[in-house]
């Protein structure tokens, strides 16, 4: 067995101890580029197996593209700053909320998101080279570089130009926790759990009739206290129906929500509805002095669930805010930045949202506001950092404007080409239907966002460091700024040019993914060396996960390139799917399912890892578990045990058909692998390469040119040789130990020369020796050997005994040299060819002692040089061997004596009842129910 762990070891020493690596990009210098831009992993925890799998795919490509004797920048990224980061760091520090942050020091909360970083940069980057992946591990880019965030500065002063930056009131969805917006392009994919909530069905009677009542629905109890109107659909019908005595108002269609029975007394059009006041259960809060409490219209009022009739709240809601934008509604925000209530809601006040949730329920019942309650199940977005549940609350936030920008976003994505192909489209409805991006965070560990506004309305964004210290009150200050983050920075005050008072800048850090959009600048010195950005822009490969990135990074990417170049800023991008458990669930650290990275390369090793990796299809989910890791381990052994046949045969004719066939497969197998890999499928590419050495090599050349192995036949030597170099040149950025370890298991034996296997040039392949029509006679002979063989099974004789005859019914004819090859390969003295419609066999089961004796003398032989293996003898060492049998043994092998001497190179060949026990070299064999001794004298030594 193939010790991966012992050797793995052993060749990250090799490659260190010889800097293969360094070797590698030395040989590659000068030559044509390939362009790879890294999009950086959170240096946030230790790596589990899904950066494994991206890791993987990374690497094969650089080292596929190395083969091929491309220029490479190998760079590698971490990402550093962020809510993520700040979230681990919270945790791990004990603070529960911002408040605990301040008191710890926001200085000594950056200093400890720094260090996260630095410690968990180090581990990932020791963990992926033990995954074998080869990067300027000293030359890594960090995105809280002051290079990365003064690029972005850069960046939002161009946004700013363009008057694409702005600083907007909305009620956004906002986590109380951490005291922070997520922005809509944070929660579109993961931010929707299923949750259970009391909803009510409230009832508001009519200010004109009190024994009427507008009935109304809400999920959202606690933002009843901010509500400002009610709204109905112009288009859809209500009714005024009799229930117990009083009246209600809802859609028609919405009727079943009347408890007991009913009476429709009036039907309406929505629009005739418009104006009606209500009376609302807490108007008499301060806050409330300008709310209009009437019936509004509003298109997106649903007859599908509730009652048509909404609860509108524009400070608690996106699409509220928007309606009351449009209408002139007042907006209430309730909360502040923790999910307390403010002054101004008389009992609610300076409570928790949650805790007002309760008590607005209670209130409402106990005053006969409400009609009903239900349990209500729906997708509510929470907080993707830290879990808990938004709320919505009107906040200032600073946005990038989508509206210009849009369509370039849109025209730049249909220039690249994706794997998988639906990417394209799913970033294309990303870019559809994406709203203004709001990039503000009211955080500390994170981009400062370079934004001074003054009380008089002037807003100054700056876009570089001289610019800041051209702007500054006090120079010195920027002069001596130590890094470009908070604190620091927002020690910096400006003056304003328009009315000369002093400003401090605004407090928010950017969206994490603006320091993830700017790499394909800030890693290549854009601001520094345009040449040299030149010569690197754009990447012609990105690759990542993608479930996450159309709204993150891939967006982010498109963003920055698209508003400072007018272009895209990769030619290709290569995605894939989430990586779940065994049975299909989601890897969580809680939930215990979760596979660290350091428990997975101990078990199987990183070959192993990057086999199942690349022979995975990545549009879709990954499966992973230990489980999944028997069979590859199991196909890479046979893969390294054909290592051991290969000899030094350097040249000879090739005129058997198998041996062309072989060559024709191999050569066909280079023209695919390097065709899928440079059409970004390394999943066909790896299919291809696992099934030419398990099929096309080990189970079907290797059995049918045994014999000659066995007798060691110089063209099949030369040809197993050629082969297989080629095979594991092709294998070597897939599964790059193993391919080194035979390699250099070779170059011992003065096989091969190249110091390393990844030093080698990538294999081309000869059409010359391309034969599909071989390739087809050799899936017909298959089919034959396949039914011959099952033939073999269902009539109980061992391949090993060779029969009389078979007869072979076909559709099709076959040469003369394909039928010796299913002679030898179904063990029969003769062939019968008869044509007909469907393939059959049929085998004379007749043993004659003729066929007996020779089964008996092959099968010795073959125990005779098993021993001869023992013994450490070779081919060509000639010895005298003697067999112990008794008298009807005796007789039966007599009649092949000749055959077994030839098949044992023997200089003699004795066949004896008795005598010989003396002799040192013996052993006992049995062969069904025969048994006798070997003894074997070595002559000549
Ligand atoms: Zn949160
Ligand atoms: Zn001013």
């Known amino acids: 067995m193939y010790d991966f762990k012992k050797i793995e070891e052993e060749i990250l020493e090799f490659w260190k101890k010889e800097k293969i690596f360094e070797k590698l990009q030395e040989k590659n210098k000068g030559k044509k580029k390939w362009k790879f831009i890294d999009g950086p992993i959170t240096a946030n925890n230790s790596m589990g197996v899904h950066h494994a799998w991206g890791r993987t795919y990374k690497d094969l490509f650089h080292r596929f593209k190395a083969m091929q004797g491309h220029e490479m920048r190998y760079q590698n990224g971490f990402d550093c700053q962020g809510l993520w980061v700040e979230r681990e760091e919270e945790k791990a520090l004990g603070l529960k909320n911002k408040e605990d ?321 639906y990417g394209k489209i799913r970033q294309r409805d990303w870019f559809n239907n994406m709203g203004d991006w709001l990039i503000s965070r009211k955080r500390y560990w994170g981009l400062p966002l370079p934004i001074w506004e003054c009380e008089c309305g002037n807003i100054e964004v700056v876009g570089s460091l001289e610019e800041l210290k051209e702007k500054a009150v006090d120079k ?189 497969k191999l050569n066909n197998l280079v023209k695919l692998v390097t065709e899928e890999l440079e059409n970004l499928h390394p999943h066909y590419a790896s299919r291809a390469l696992q099934n030419f050495w398990l099929n096309d090599l080990s189970r079907s050349y290797i059995q049918i040119v045994r014999d000659r192995i066995f007798t060691e036949d110089k063209a099949v030597k030369f040809i197993l040789k050629e082969i297989y170099l080629t095979l594991i040149k092709l294998c070597a950025p897939f599964i790059p130990f193993i391919t080194e370890k035979i390699w250099q298991d070779l170059k011992t034996k003065k096989i091969v020369k190249e110091e390393s296997i990844h030093l080698s040039p990538w294999p081309k392949s000869d059409k010359k020796k391309i034969d599909k029509s071989l390739e087809k006679e050799f899936e017909n002979i298959f089919l034959v050997l396949e039914t011959g063989l099952a033939e073999r099974e269902k009539i109980k004789v061992g391949l090993k005994w060779p029969l009389a005859k078979a007869t072979i019914t076909s559709n099709f004819s076959l040469k003369k040299d394909s039928l010796e090859i299913i002679s030898r390969q179904l063990n029969v003295k003769k062939i019968k060819w008869k044509s007909g419609k469907e393939i059959s066999v049929v085998l004379d089961e007749k043993i004659t002692p003729e066929l007996e004796a020779e089964g008996y003398a092959r099968e010795v032989s073959r125990k005779i040089q098993a021993f001869r293996k023992e013994l450490g003898l070779i081919q060509t060492d000639k010895v005298e061997t003697y067999l112990i049998v008794d008298e009807n043994f005796k007789s039966i092998l007599e009649k092949e004596k000749k055959l077994l001497k030839e098949r044992t190179n023997s200089s003699k060949l004795e066949i004896v009842t008795t005598g010989k026990e003396t002799f040192k070299n013996k052993t006992n064999f049995n062969i069904k129910d025969k048994k006798g001794e070997i003894v074997i004298v070595i002559s000549g030594k």
Not at 540 to 557: A, C, K, V
Not at 571 to 598: C, P, Q, R, V
Request: proline share 4%.
């Open 101 to 421: 942050i301040e008191k710890f020091g926001i200085l000594n909360f950056v200093e400890a998101c720094k260090k996260r970083v630095e410690k968990f940069s180090k581990i990932q980057t020791e963990q992926s080279i033990k995954l074998g992946y080869w990067m300027n591990w000293d030359n890594s880019y960090y995105t809280m570089s002051n290079s990365n965030n003064l690029h972005n500065w850069f960046l939002l002063k161009k946004y700013f130009e363009n008057g694409w930056l702005y600083k907007g009131k909305d009620a956004v969805p906002w986590c109380w926790r951490c005291g922070t917006a997520s922005s809509k392009h944070d929660i579109a994919t993961e931010g929707y759990k299923e949750v259970k909530h009391t909803a009510l069905f409230m009832q508001f009677p009519l200010k004109e009739k009190p024994n009427e009542y507008f009935l109304i629905f809400t999920t959202t109890p606690w933002t009843v206290p901010a509500n400002v109107a009610i709204a109905v659909n112009k288009n859809i019908n209500y009714v005024k129906i009799e229930n117990e005595g009083l009246f209600y108002w809802l859609a028609e269609k919405r009727v079943e929500e009347i408890e007991g029975k009913y009476k429709i007394v009036e039907k309406k059009k929505g629009k005739e509805l418009e104006g009606i006041e209500y009376i609302m259960p807490y108007a008499s809060f301060t806050v409330q002095k300008n709310s209009p409490h009437k019936v509004v219209l509003w298109d997106l009022a649903s007859e599908e669930e509730g009652t048509g009739i909404v609860h509108i709240a524009p400070g608690c809601g996106a699409e509220d805010f928007d309606l009351g934008k449009k209408i002139g509604l007042p907006a209430i925000s309730p909360l502040n930045d923790a999910g307390i209530y403010d002054k101004g809601y008389e009992q609610f006040s300076l409570k928790k949202y949650s805790v007002v949730n309760k008590e607005v329920i209670e209130d409402l019942e106990t005053r006969r506001f409400i009609y009903k309650t239900v349990s209500y199940k729906h997708r509510y977005p929470h907080c993707w950092r830290c879990g808990e549940e938004l709320v919505f609350r009107l906040v200032n936030e600073w946005y990038i404007s989508c509206k210009e920008i849009r369509k370039k976003l849109i025209s730049g994505n249909e220039k690249i080409k994706w794997y998988p192909e």
């Open 476 to 664: 010195k200050k920027v002069e001596t700024l130590s890094e470009i983050h908070r604190p620091w920075i927002d020690e910096i005050k400006l003056k304003c040019p328009k009315c000369k008072k002093e400003i401090e800048r605004v407090k928010d850090v950017g969206d994490a993914w603006l320091d993830a959009g700017i790499v394909p600048f800030s890693t290549l010195n854009y601001l520094e060396n345009k040449k040299y950005w030149k010569e690197w822009f754009p990447a012609d490969l990105i690759s990542e996960n993608m479930p996450g990135q159309y709204r993150g990074w891939f967006n982010s990417l498109f963003w920055a390139s698209q508003t400072l170049t007018g272009k895209v800023p990769f030619k290709a991008l290569f995605g894939y799917e989430t990586l779940k458990d065994e049975k299909g669930e989601e890897m969580h650290k809680s939930k215990g399912n979760a596979i660290w990275f350091d428990d997975a390369l101990e078990k199987i090793g990183a070959d192993i890892m990057r086999l199942i990796y690349c022979l995975q299809d990545p549009s879709s989910e990954l499966r992973f578990g230990f489980n999944a890791a028997r069979e590859p381990k199991n196909n890479l052994n046979i893969l390294y045990n054909i290592s051991k046949l290969i000899g030094n045969e350097k040249t000879t004719n090739v005129k058997s058909i198998e041996d062309k066939w072989i060559l024709s």
